[in-house]
């Protein structure tokens, strides 16, 4: 996708950063490594503070991520001050082939051509001890002085927005609460606020949880559960966060295995936290509840006895105006704009934005989305009024966001009515599909995964489906959000019988738009979408081909 002007900018040769690839971190070089030297010179206006990284195939395109949070941990590599350069080291094994890019450290912040078009990632083999030179022309986020009046900077101030999702009200988003054992796995909890946690004298065997709060500096709510003679498990909420648990903090109990129940309230927040507005960081809003079936094979503790806590927060929602229109960004309370967001547009005016499946009202940027495809430094692109523009930077806290011109297409709505977009695909039998090879017959395309609790709940009545329609013009396709080896083992444990394509990098989700599983559409032998998921869902799939098949 290219830039937004044609013109060329001539940038000075400024910072020299060398980058040498060795042990990780300190780390022994394993036997047949090989060490490779990169040398790069950077834009001279890149300041002197900025944390600069090299990223790429050793690292997962771990764009800036040093643990914080969710994701891999000390997987992108920062490029260290050392008289007068960066350096980092880096290792991988002998015969290697590796794809990278530089980046400032940010999700957007990527290096460029000097005429502001994308650059090709660079690739290098590990073949011998070398030293290899680079030069970055320009970075993504940041426009020449000849384009400056080109690139808005709005400003973001705090609002509330109505996020709509297969037809219901999104107004929070959660995760199961961690014991120290399993949450040091996904978090940085031994840097976030130490000392010993005080609970109540009359609770037995109590499960300390980490309730994570924000990454910058690291902060954490600490819920107590403890067994109570007389109560089974009793739940404690340190409100003020002063890792104290008394009796006036109690927020419920659970009487047994089954109960469903909770609490919300408040929990203060520290003022210099990261990622927040001024305004939202004296407290956040929480809702807490036993979760008697957690997803998958996750847990909150290590002890099996200990019950499994969810806690929810509400979004932060950010509103900024561009030529007299509104567009809105939000993202989950705990992160930073600069991880993951949502950017929407209400453009049908009806006061809502659409974020689920299908929706041409939002634009989703998130780091595992990234990863999980393997394409890195996506940029997210919005149609505004008879204009489209693509994001080059966000803050953390989301106060201001770069937006720059673009020409690539705006985002189509999918949904009925429409047309099914064009796809081809290889299934997992090798059989080739493609939207114009099923034209002429009724088909259920079924985006889905085993690890998806809903998916696997939906496969019976999909089986019934596909055994009473299957010689009527009928086919259902499976698009499988996971590797081929484990989708091979779900088709033989479920008995699955119709074609599947492995879609782990969401090439087709993405092409459809999927935002959440299971995603169903119905199509017709014309190419035109006839239901989705929401209809597919609340008739069932039986009573909708009937419409369309007969019985």
Known sequence: MLGS????????????????????????????????????IVPDETAAGDTVFWTGALNNWDPGNRGNGFGQKDASQLAEKREGHRRVALTASEGKEVSYKYTRGSIFSVEERADYTYRPVRTVRFDSTKVVRDTVAAWHDRPPPSLADQWPTVDLRPSEINLVRRGATHDSSGTLLYDEAIGSKFFDIDDAETGEVRVPDHLNDPVVYYLWLANAPPTFGI???????????????DRDRDRRVDATEHAFDIPHDSARVGWTGTLALPSNTEGFHPSETDSVQVSLRHMPDPPGYHTSSTRSDAPDLRGDFPFKHRTGTLDGRSFHVSTPFPMRFTNYFRLVVDRDGDGTMDIGSGSNEVVEVSLSRMKRRDRFFLHPTFELGDRTWEVASINPSGTKIRLRPTVAEGQKAIGVGTDVPDWE???MKGRRLS????????????????????????????????????????????FAAQDESSLRNAVDQYGINWPQVVDNEADYSSTFSVRGYPTYYLVGPSGTILATRERLREEGFIPVLEEYLGE
Do not use: M
Not at 5 to 30: D, K, N, W
């Open 5 to 40: 002007s044609a013109a060329y900018f001539s940038l000075t040769v400024g910072i020299l950063l060398v980058v040498a690839t060795g042990p990780v971190q300190g780390q022994a070089a394993q036997e047949d490594s090989v060490i490779v030297t990169f040398e790069v």
């Open 425 to 427: 695909a290889t299934t």
């Open 435 to 478: 939207a114009s090879s099923l034209e002429g017959k009724y088909v259920l395309l079924d985006f889905w995964g085993s690890w998806c609790a809903p998916c696997v709940e939906a496969l019976p009545k999909l089986k019934e489906v596909y055994d009473r329609y299957r010689d009527r013009n009928f086919e259902i396709v499976g």
């Open 223 to 237: 819920v107590v559960a403890g067994k109570h003679s007389q109560k089974g498990w009793s739940v404690y909420v």
